[in-house]
């Protein structure tokens, strides 16, 4: 049963236009939650994390949100740039695990 | 360069012939581990090693072994393989100072079992 569900496979989005990706998540004793980005043919790449005690994390372009109460947490890219179509992971960390969602495929059109 | 190397990056081997993937990082990282990715089921974690001569199972380790005799080598060992072990697999590491340490991937190994 997956613990970590982001249920878009796949977004489209327009250059300069911001884009949101959704996880949603069951287990309640995670301790953070991280964003992976992975381009074809390479490893996943770290993008940006939030704990568990807090609501909203931004670096730069990019901001992830948590709603504890609906066990949801989105990555807000702003403004979306080609360079960033790639999937996009979210993963929930608890003590040394990390477990994945499926990853949604980001295209950012021209 | 601060890099974590496997190999080979492609195999295509046949069920039941051992085969080992090689893993090895240069950062001098206590916590590595092992995934398979699989169409729509993302990342699964195989196994992890918290340091040199500890390991532990994670989310699908059936038909996996892992040692860990070193700090910068982990390599995944498939005693036996099968069609079902089919798919695209990335050692990680990390330093191990808290649970939001952003782990280093590498290019991954791309298995076909017929």
């Known amino acids: 049963d997956q613990q970590v569900k982001q249920n878009s496979p796949s977004l489209s989005v327009q250059e300069g236009r911001i884009s949101i990706l959704n996880c949603d998540y069951t287990n309640s004793m995670f301790d953070y939650f991280l964003w992976y980005k992975k381009y074809p043919a390479e490893g996943p790449t770290f993008l940006i994390s939030i704990s568990s005690i807090k609501d909203k994390n931004e670096d730069g372009r990019f901001t992830v949100f948590l709603n504890k109460s609906a066990k949801h947490l989105s990555l807000h890219i702003v403004p979306s740039q080609p360079g960033d179509s790639a999937v996009y992971f979210c993963a929930e960390t608890s003590g040394s695990r990390l477990t994945f969602g499926e990853g949604t495929q980001l295209t950012v059109n021209p | 360069e601060a890099q974590v190397t496997q190999n080979p990056r492609y195999l295509i081997t046949v069920t039941g012939k051992k085969l080992t993937v090689t893993c090895s990082q240069n950062?001098?990282?206590?916590?590595m581990s092992w995934y398979r990715q699989d169409p729509g089921l993302g990342l699964r974690q195989i196994y992890y090693?918290?340091?040199?001569?500890?390991?532990d199972k994670g989310d699908v380790p059936e038909g996996y072994k892992v040692s860990r005799k070193e700090k910068r080598n982990f390599p995944l060992i498939l005693e036996s393989p099968s069609p079902n072990q089919t798919s695209l697999y990335f050692c990680a590491s990390s330093t191990y100072s808290g649970p939001d340490n952003e782990q280093f991937f590498g290019p991954g190994t791309r298995l076909t079992v017929l």
């Open positions: 090693s918290m340091n040199v001569e500890v390991t």
């Open positions: 950062m001098n990282h206590e916590y």
